[in-house]
């Protein structure tokens, strides 16, 4: 049930973010990743609000929480997974770590896309 209460939630969430970031790009005619970065914040803020609930008030059964936090917000974006783990690690006393986490993520990915497209360019490139 855990499985495809995911899969579920993953198709929403990335018809979501389909439909969310191709209005945020409409807003600068294209010019600034508007829809991304909207997308991004937006589930990094419903990430943490429902965990604080379904860990606080409003317990629900593991395996919804996993198909709402995993499936929803990771198909709307993992983004917000790495805001949580971030935001964790910082809330329990780990500000190194977390600031670890920001700088390695944010830099080996960026890296890690110049580095793919860098290689299907000179491989594929016309």
Known sequence: MKYALIMAGGAVGSLLRYILQGWGQNLT??????????VNVIGCFVIGFLNYLFTGPWPIRAEYRIGLLVGVLGGFTTFSSFGWETFSMANEGQGLRAMMNMLLSITLGFMAVWLGYRLAERWYGV
């Open 29 to 38: 005619n294209g010019t600034f990743p508007l829809g991304t970065l909207g």
